[in-house]
């Protein structure tokens, strides 16, 4: 992944180590409303000096409540860190779902096989395939360490006889091998299946 988004991806996992979790901010701002078994009456009782003395947050999830005793000042430097938090959060989002990554998913394996079956794809269709194959192969094999490229056809076409190391050169040479590639009849399961076949036995390949 590109170093800018795996930084905010860190910050994001950073968030729980600056308490930012609903329990962690409770605790942080007022303390927990108690009830302790009294013997001689056998049951539960709610402590009540607090009751009218603070604010008071009923959490949903499990009934519990929490008698609220931070300042204003305190709150809002929470309501600051959450809203730095979902705005961190929206980034990624829209990173997850921007350009290949919208198409392919975020490729995190270091060495992989893309297996291609264009199926019935008219020529236009065949070109935006390219484009797609082409966008993914410059944003994210770049960041891998070794990639192949096989097309499912009557005749297996593959890229490399193995997956190869990624730099600049072989990633140019797999687009134009990618763009040089003829549009043709569609490849039978037959032929899908040996393709998959032919990249699974590639023991480097981890997809």
């Given amino acids: 992944q590109p170093l800018i988004s795996s930084s ?32 001689t009456l056998g049951k539960l009782v709610d402590s009540r000096y607090a009751d009218g003395l603070f604010p ?9 409540v929490y008698n609220l005793t931070a300042k204003k000042e305190l709150i809002l430097h929470f309501v600051d860190c959450l809203m730095g938090a979902i705005e961190l959060y929206k980034q990624r989002m829209e990173w997850l779902t921007s350009e290949s990554r919208q198409i392919f998913g975020v490729i995190q394996e270091q ?21 797609a194959l082409s966008m993914v192969l410059v944003e994210q094999v770049t960041q891998i360490a070794k990639f192949n490229l ?3 056809a009557q ?10 190391p990624v730099s600049e050169h072989t990633v140019k040479s797999a687009v134009m091998w990618l ?17 998959l076949l032919e990249a699974m ?3 480097a390949v981890s997809s």
């Fill in 8 to 39: 905010k991806w860190l910050q994001i996992h950073g968030l729980k180590r600056n308490k930012l979790s609903l329990s962690q901010i409770l605790s942080q701002i007022g303390f927990q409303h108690r009830k302790d078994y009294v013997t």
């Fill in 56 to 64: 008071q947050y009923k959490r949903a999830q499990d009934g519990s």
């Fill in 111 to 131: 060495c992989i096989v893309i297996v291609l079956d264009f199926g019935t794809a008219a020529p236009t269709e065949f070109d935006l395939c390219r484009d």
């Fill in 150 to 152: 096989i097309r499912a």
């Fill in 155 to 164: 005749d297996l076409m593959k890229w490399q006889q193995k997956s190869t």
């Fill in 179 to 195: 763009w040089k590639l003829d549009h043709m009849t569609a490849a039978s399961h037959t032929n899908s299946a040996e393709a």
């Fill in 201 to 203: 036995s590639d023991e």
